[in-house]
């Protein structure tokens, strides 16, 4: 629940105008990971990056799709490539070593630790 809320986070300080994004991350509360891979992937195909963010949280815990950390490295580059800051910060650190302590320190940031 702590990485829900810590992905919800993330992607709440972004551009909301994308109802996709929204949407997105009011699906993982519930938790319907379908629905949260409907919206993320329509907002990241969008070139909304926060959408692709979330896809690669999807890809990194195997939730509605395979376990892919090459595909969530990916997701993590384009949304770099759009400009997003914390897309970049994760990009650079994206390999299987460093995704389990991305989602640690992200708690972290999350519960201000």
Known sequence: MRKILCLAALLWGANL?????????EALHIPDYHQAHVHFEKACDE???KGCIGMANLYEYGRDVEKNFEKAKELLKKACDL????????YEHADEKHMAEMAKE?????EGK
């Open 17 to 25: 105008a994308a109802g996709d994004v929204e949407d997105g991350i």
């Open 83 to 90: 400009g997003d800051k914390k897309g970049c910060e994760f």
């Open 47 to 49: 070139n909304i990056a």
């Open 106 to 110: 992200s708690e972290a940031a999350v």
